[in-house]
């Protein structure tokens, strides 16, 4: 498992051999739109969800069922290969002494990596994934099932369907009221079952001062911030949800945080593999975080969101700056005492 690196001061790679990969993977990468006869809302050249339209601002196309696909490596790569840092499955005890998870929940599960590879993992485990688009495989284990819902609804779960593990991924910009998410996942916890949120910050920044060479990169991420709130949804959310977490009565709360690289200017050989595909993931994001933010709450034209991105990406291929994005892996557990957990109560 790779440990948690918040304080660790990233040494550069001083040759230019990473110059030129970075270039010839980076230009070009992003992916074909290709059209549905699904009944979606399109706008600005860019597929969205129809199931309670504009609720959530990032499209849902081929094209960023393709990035979502890069994301679930990114994580799994600054993880060690993990999905999960929750200790649902303690790896210093014999497995026939450990209780599994029987019932885990992947809310917002998208294209649905997530949801199939836990699917495996736990083979006995009943695998449920819940998102506002109906973009999964058509295809799962016999253990794994998805439905359309939208979680920021009251949750229909009876009571005698309480999970062990309930995931999520990457909701920034996606939730408005996620104290209310957390209280729904305590609710609908087994005592002593876990919640687990994997986000990353909005926010770029560097240890050699480098990104104040990214003008255009910090006033994006600026902008980004200011729209999402405006839009009721924040994005850079990751630092909060454990003080969230810990407020609605959650134990044990641990945030494990990981520095990622843009780009392979690393001089350690893991973190080199993780910045080339953090650079590509953090380059096919721009799009999709900008387009309807910015157009429909900032009010730009299409044309000036364009230009905007522009700069945007040309400053992302600059490999002089050392830029990097801190990951959060950040579960707690509903306490087995009640007495010492949340007031709220399992539903009924």
Not at 40 to 58: D, S, W
Not at 83 to 97: C, F
Not at 321 to 348: A, C, K, M, W
Request: charged share 25%; proline share 7%.
């Amino acid at each position: 498992m790779s440990q948690p690196n918040p304080h660790q001061q990233i040494q550069v790679d001083t040759s230019d051999d990473d110059s030129l990969f970075e270039t010839k993977s980076c230009v070009g990468s992003n992916l074909s739109f290709a059209s549905s006869v699904r009944d979606y809302c399109y706008e600005n050249g860019r597929r969205y969800h129809a199931y309670r339209h504009g609720q959530y601002p990032f499209p849902n196309d081929e094209e960023e069922q393709d990035r979502l696909a890069l994301v679930h490596q990114l994580f799994k790569l600054i993880s060690g290969g993990d999905l999960y840092r929750a200790p649902i499955r303690p790896r210093d005890e014999p497995q026939e002494q450990t209780p599994l998870p029987r019932r885990i929940l992947d809310i917002g599960t998208g294209t649905a990596e997530w949801a199939l590879e836990i699917a495996e993992d736990f083979p006995t485990a009943e695998i449920i994934g819940t998102d506002l688009s109906p973009i999964q495989p058509n295809w799962a284990p016999p253990n794994c099932r998805f439905y359309i819902d939208d979680a920021e609804s009251d949750w229909t779960f009876a009571p005698g369907e309480a999970f062990d593990y309930i995931h999520a991924r990457s909701l920034n910009g996606g939730i408005g009221d996620w104290p209310r998410l957390l209280r729904q996942s305590f609710q609908h916890l087994r005592p002593g079952g876990w919640v687990e949120i994997q986000e990353f910050e909005t926010l770029l920044t560097s240890d050699d001062n480098t990104h104040q060479h990214a003008p255009a990169v910090m006033e994006w991420l600026e902008r980004l911030n200011v729209a999402s709130k405006q839009f009721g949804k924040q994005i850079n959310i990751a630092t909060h949800i454990r003080p969230w977490m810990e407020a609605e009565g959650f134990a044990n709360v641990t945030d494990d945080i990981y520095k990622c690289p843009i780009g392979g200017w690393a001089k350690d050989r893991r973190l080199k593999e993780i910045g080339r595909l953090g650079k590509l993931t953090v380059m096919e994001v721009v799009e999709p975080y900008t387009l309807a933010l910015f157009t429909r709450v900032l009010g730009f034209t299409f044309q000036e969101a364009q230009e905007h991105m522009e700069k945007v990406r040309a400053e992302l291929m600059n490999t002089k700056i050392h830029l990097y994005v801190l990951f959060h892996f950040i579960y707690g557990q509903r306490p087995v005492d009640e007495t010492n957990g949340s007031s709220s109560d399992t539903p009924t």
